[in-house]
């Protein structure tokens, strides 16, 4: 009897010394607010189904029937998925685990383009994982691009509450007329509204998704001063859970058989959508609930460190959306 409570005593002193380790090692771990998940109103997508290879092909490997997939990044190459539809709006998602280890110089991207069908005035909606090197933590930055404007970044970065390496932790866009949203694990972190007063500002042409792991040496952390140091390759991203709701765009001018000019809509349906055809454009989707608003405010006063909108020596006028 007398030596339990000296065991139990050991055990406590173990967990205590382990759940310090866990947070030194990953220095922002927090509770968020419960939010209602917007991830659970859309189906998954087989990863294999929805996206093809874009590059670096032997270092993607398909798991558990296609619905996983790892993307790797070593000397030879990085890796990349491109959504096989084009979307116009639509709800994208994906659980992601990142790297473990050092990480300096990788970045871990989930983002929509259409670069490749405009090369001069092309859209983007972006989430980048930026690694990190000894002392500091992985970053989520996220930016929008809008008809060509590449000098017009609109940056906002977050350190993450959670350690991003560990477990998957779903990173998501919502993309619709009404506003573009950054989540990350459900907590919107940014709201973009579209206004009327400045449509040349947010993303509105058709997009395709991409999921990939490159070498960014040159600017990723610490503005470049910490590249990729391959003695820790290969670097390793998961990714699961995939969403991919929203209108795809066909344009027949992209296939050789056929001769008319005319784009044709698909949109797929939701599970929860009451809007009818368009997943994610409803009423539903159109502005953040009360308790979304509060779990925003939460992150981004807790989390996130840099805003373009406060960043006074980069602009001699602060764009017009941020007044
Ligand atoms: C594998 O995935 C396909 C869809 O991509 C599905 O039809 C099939 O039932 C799955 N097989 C198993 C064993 O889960
Ligand atoms: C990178 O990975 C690919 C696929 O596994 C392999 O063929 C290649 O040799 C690797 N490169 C290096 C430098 O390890
Ligand atoms: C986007 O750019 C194109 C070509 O530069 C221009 O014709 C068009 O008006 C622009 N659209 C918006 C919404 O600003």
């Keep these: ?67 996983m997939a790892t993307l790797a990044l070593n000397k030879t190459s990085g890796s990349g998925l491109v959504s096989q539809g084009r979307y116009y709006y639509g709800f994208f998602s994906s659980a992601i685990k990142l790297p473990a280890g050092l990480s300096s110089g990788v970045v871990v991207a ?11 005035n092309h859209d983007e909606i972006d989430i980048e994982l930026l690694g990190h090197d000894r002392r500091n933590d992985w970053v989520i930055q996220t930016n929008l691009y809008s008809n060509g404007s590449v000098s017009t970044g609109r940056e906002e970065k977050f350190y993450l509450w959670f350690d991003p390496a560990k477990e998957h932790h779903y990173y998501s866009i ?76 066909s344009d027949p001018s992209e296939t050789s058989s056929s001769s008319s000019s005319s784009t044709t809509t698909t949109c797929s349906k939701s599970s929860s959508s009451t809007s009818g055809l368009d997943p994610a454009n409803g009423p539903e989707f159109s502005k953040l609930s009360q308790q979304q608003i509060a779990a925003m405010d939460w992150a981004r006063r807790k989390l996130m460190f840099y805003s373009y909108c406060n960043d006074k020596p980069r602009y001699k006028v602060m764009p017009p959306e941020c007044h």
């Design 174 to 249: 919502l993309w619709n007329s009404y506003h573009t949203v950054f989540l990350v694990d459900n907590i919107p972190v940014r709201e973009f509204i579209h206004s009327n007063s400045y449509p040349s500002i947010f993303p509105s042409k058709p997009m395709s998704v991409y999921a990939t792991i490159w070498d960014a040496s040159d600017w990723a952390t610490h503005g470049g001063k910490s590249p990729v140091n391959y003695n820790y390759a290969p670097f390793v991203a998961s990714f699961t859970e995939m969403e991919l709701s929203g209108c795809v765009v």
């Design 110 to 120: 989930f983002y929509l383009s259409n670069a490749d069908k405009f090369p001069h």
């Design 1 to 67: 009897m007398a030596f339990l409570p000296q065991k139990f005593l050991f055990s406590a002193l173990v967990s205590i010394l382990c759940f310090a380790f866990e947070v030194s090692s990953y220095r922002r771990v927090y509770t968020p607010p419960n939010v209602t998940p917007l991830t659970s109103s859309f189906p998954r997508v087989p990863i294999d189904r929805g996206f093809s290879k874009s590059f670096g092909a032997s270092n993607i490997q398909y798991l558990n029937n296609g619905s």
